[in-house]
């Protein structure tokens, strides 16, 4: 017998999550008899303060058929060419973790390992010069790449979306329900498990309906209400290498140009982020409770706006990690109930969209196979721990001395995975990655170099070039991606001339 496709899908928990999996799930495993259902509670609401993102959310919202203009001005959003970093090394330091290269290799070496060269020899030039994203949001000029190959083009280059966080549920919300997504307003109470296999089989509202289905979906933020309380899934805590465990957000008035990127600028106990959109700025402080009281933060907070606050601060209390299974019987998990590890490099609605793709790419049917949920697991757990990595490096590659906060930060224990790969770039500036890397290698050099961690050595290969040549075509590489640039119209321009939002 061919095997039986789930009929009945229950997402518990709206937002961002929620709303992602209903608008996938209705696009890609809808078939005729299935129902896609998603309860979600007015009276809960949503974390809703994540307002940036990364270059895989095109691809998703393509696979969704997503129109990008129709998104950009749907959700008050503007374009982000990378992550603009202040302070972090050193007060002072600024560097810029852009979406693309910093060139083809040369004579078969990554370009990082010539202008390592150079740098030995005393040319001051910043490695975020040869990158094209750093150059054009520093000029503050934006474009969408050529969908053809361009021979002028000295290096690629990618692009994500700033949004309104609140405007994106919405938006998925529309599209989700045009194909046919039924949405329940209620509060979970209770949740039943089957008795001889502990897989879900229903949720009970206040309003006392019962729900059943064949395939459950918990988005229920940092409560868990299905994988953890109810299940039992416990939860790894990442606290002792990601200390920060609040986050102040707060819109003001926008002020000056849009900016396309975002700004990242550490402080005493953690970072404030300030993400530019059509109508408002957000603004965010990322800090440890250990460090830092809550009112003293919201003091920091709007003491460093652009622009007149538009409303109070509001405050997130999360502890870093992430659960010890995803999916686990006919539980999937998205979302903050699968984890979290704060907004720095804007990787929870990526881990969300990926967690997702990879669901939809296994297809699962009723019998729920061990070896496909372990699978799952074992793939997720991997992107999980690689990001991980990614995000302490920011925070453990610092010299600051000047509070308690860097000071644990820069002389804290880190897992053996990342020691050895800052190892391995510290001699040779070499960066390894994994399968299905979320960061690239350029992103790992741009904190590497950004942050201070200079090899030993560049590649030996390096020096069977003349130097003279050498510098006369770098001197080539970074005036092309120059001019490039400076070609592009002005960011708020071409938001204004392809994308503009109506009035808010």
Same mark, same amino acid.
């Given at each position: ?7 009945? @899908? ?29 309860? /979600? ?25 997503? &129109? ?10 503007? %374009? ?48 975020? /010069?040869?990158?094209? #994203? ?81 395939? %459950? ?94 409303? /109070? ?14 999916? &686990? ?19 929870? @609605? ?11 790419? %296994? ?6 196979? #061990? ?9 997720? @757990? ?54 299905? /890397?979320? %960061? ?62 109506? #009035?808010?």
């Amino acid at each position: 017998m061919p095997p039986e496709p789930f009929r009945r @899908i229950v997402i518990v928990g709206g937002g961002t999550a929620g709303w992602l999996t209903a608008a996938a799930f209705s696009r890609f495993l809808a078939r005729p008899g299935t129902t896609i259902r998603l309860i /979600e509670s007015d009276e809960i609401g949503i974390v809703g303060v994540g307002e940036g993102s990364v270059p895989f959310i095109r691809n998703f919202h393509r696979a969704l058929q997503i &129109d990008e203009r129709d998104f950009v001005r749907s959700v008050q959003g503007t %374009f982000k060419l990378g992550i603009e970093f202040r302070d972090w090394s050193e007060i002072g330091n600024v560097h810029f973790n852009g979406f693309g290269d910093y060139g083809g290799s040369i004579e078969g070496v990554s370009p990082h390992h010539h202008w390592l060269k150079l740098h030995r020899m005393g040319d001051p030039t910043p490695i975020g /010069e040869y990158s094209f #994203p750093a150059t054009a949001a520093h000029l503050n000029c934006f474009a969408l790449p050529s969908p053809k190959p361009q021979p002028e083009m000295p290096a690629h280059y990618d692009y994500a979306y700033h949004f309104d966080a609140s405007l994106y549920g919405r938006f998925l919300r529309n599209e989700a329900e045009k194909r046919g997504v039924q949405r329940t307003e209620g509060k979970v109470v209770d949740v039943a498990l089957r008795g001889h296999d502990g897989f879900v089989e229903a949720v009970t509202l206040s309003s006392g309906e019962r729900i059943e289905g064949d395939l %459950f979906v918990d988005c229920s933020g940092f409560r868990g209400l299905l994988i953890g309380q109810a299940m039992g899934i416990g939860y790894e805590d990442w606290s002792r290498w990601l200390p920060c465990d609040r986050a102040l957000a707060v819109p003001c008035e926008r002020a000056g140009q849009i900016t396309p990127y975002t700004s990242s600028t550490a402080l005493a106990a953690g970072w404030q982020w300030r993400i530019p959109l059509q109508h408002r700025t957000g603004n965010g402080y990322v800090f440890s409770s250990k460090f830092l009281s809550d009112e003293d933060a919201a003091k920091t907070l709007l003491a460093n706006l652009d622009g007149p606050a538009l409303a /109070e601060p509001r405050l997130l209390s999360f502890t870093t990690g992430r659960r010890n299974k995803f999916w &686990d019987r006919n539980c999937l998990t998205i979302g903050l109930a699968a984890g979290f590890m704060e907004p720095l490099e804007a990787t929870s @609605i990526l881990l969300a969209q990926t967690g997702i793709a990879r669901f939809i790419e %296994f297809f699962p049917d009723m019998d729920f196979d #061990p070896a496909v949920t372990e699978e799952y697991n074992r793939l997720t @757990i991997a992107e999980y721990e690689r990001i991980r990595d990614f995000l302490i490096l920011h925070y453990h590659a610092t010299q600051r001395m000047d509070s308690a906060f860097w000071d644990y930060c820069r002389t804290m224990d880190i897992p053996d995975s990342l020691r050895q790969k800052i190892e391995l770039f510290r001699a040779r500036g070499r960066v390894t990655l994994g399968h299905d /890397e979320s %960061f690239t290698e350029a992103s790992w050099v741009a904190i590497f170099l950004g942050q201070n961690v200079l090899p030993k050595r560049y590649d030996p290969k390096v020096d069977a070039m003349d130097v003279e040549s050498l510098k006369r075509g770098m001197l080539q590489r970074r005036a092309a991606i120059r001019r490039a640039a400076e070609g592009l119209p002005f960011h708020g321009d071409f938001i204004a001339r392809a994308c503009a939002a109506p #009035p808010a």
